[in-house]
């Protein structure tokens, strides 16, 4: 048994130290991305000038997002490394009394703190595992507690505010004209609805799929 996991770590190490040195930058799969599209566009017939102008408007499209982007990670990791924080991650690394309680807690505090700002989960996690990995008694396994700490990343992240389906909506500029108008007729629609039975009682509002349903129930019983 052993000798088989010291296989599999040695075949692990060389595939690492292989990847590290050869797997070409993210940025090198953009810029080869830009220019298959550009080659492609140009060649079934699109003007060079517009390609090269829907490149710059798409380009400029991001600019906002991208600043919300960046915002959120320096905000994230400010508040992450703040003395306030570093003082309840040290109190947080003291609950748990096992290896698993420990893992437990990590992978509670990601899922709770990607709904808020995903960098912040990103961060304070990496810290609370740090913290934890110092009390050799717990005997945690470090590989799952890594895991559990990006765990909120893939679960809760799109649910939260800082995700990315949230914060093109909280951007005017970044939504298409026709869903902005259908917002807003959305809105007269129910406004004038709202007024219309205003005399009734038992309205409840439901939100689904961002469209609202207004549902009254009037004073007979119906």
């Known amino acids: 048994m052993e000798n088989s996991q010291n296989i599999l770590q040695r075949f692990a190490l060389r595939v690492s130290d292989w990847s590290e040195k050869w797997f070409p930058d993210s940025y090198i799969f953009a810029l080869l991305g830009v220019v298959i599209v550009a080659i492609a566009s140009i060649s079934i017939g699109a003007p060079a000038k517009d390609v090269?102008?829907?490149?710059?408007?798409?380009?400029?499209?991001?600019?906002?997002?991208?600043?919300?982007?960046?915002?959120?990670?320096?905000?994230?990791?400010?508040?992450?490394?703040?003395?306030?924080?570093?003082?309840?991650?040290?109190?947080?690394?003291?609950?748990?009394?096992?290896?698993?309680?420990?893992?437990?807690?990590?992978?509670?505090?990601?899922?709770?703190?990607?709904l808020i700002n995903w960098a912040m989960s990103t961060v304070l996690t990496a810290l609370l595992v740090i913290a934890l990995a110092k009390r050799k008694e717990?005997?945690?396994d470090y590989r799952a507690a890594a895991a559990a700490a990006i765990i909120g990343m893939g679960a809760t992240w799109a649910l939260g505010i800082s995700s990315s389906a949230a914060q093109l909506q909280a951007n005017k500029a970044s939504l298409p004209e026709s869903i902005l108008q259908s917002n807003r007729c959305d809105s007269l629609h129910r406004n004038h609805f709202l007024a219309?039975?205003?005399?009734?009682?038992?309205?409840?509002?439901?939100?689904?799929?961002?469209?609202?349903?207004?549902?009254?129930?009037?004073?007979?019983?119906?």
């Open 52 to 114: 090269a102008v829907s490149f710059g408007d798409g380009f400029l499209f991001f600019i906002p997002f991208t600043l919300q982007m960046c915002m959120l990670i320096v905000v994230g990791y400010v508040v992450s490394v703040s003395k306030p924080v570093e003082l309840l991650i040290q109190k947080m690394a003291r609950i748990p009394h096992s290896g698993r309680g420990a893992i437990v807690l990590v992978a509670t505090v990601s899922l709770l703190i990607s």
């Open 138 to 140: 717990l005997n945690m």
């Open 196 to 222: 219309s039975v205003d005399d009734h009682d038992g309205c409840v509002d439901y939100c689904l799929d961002c469209y609202c349903i207004l549902v009254c129930t009037q004073r007979a019983g119906h």
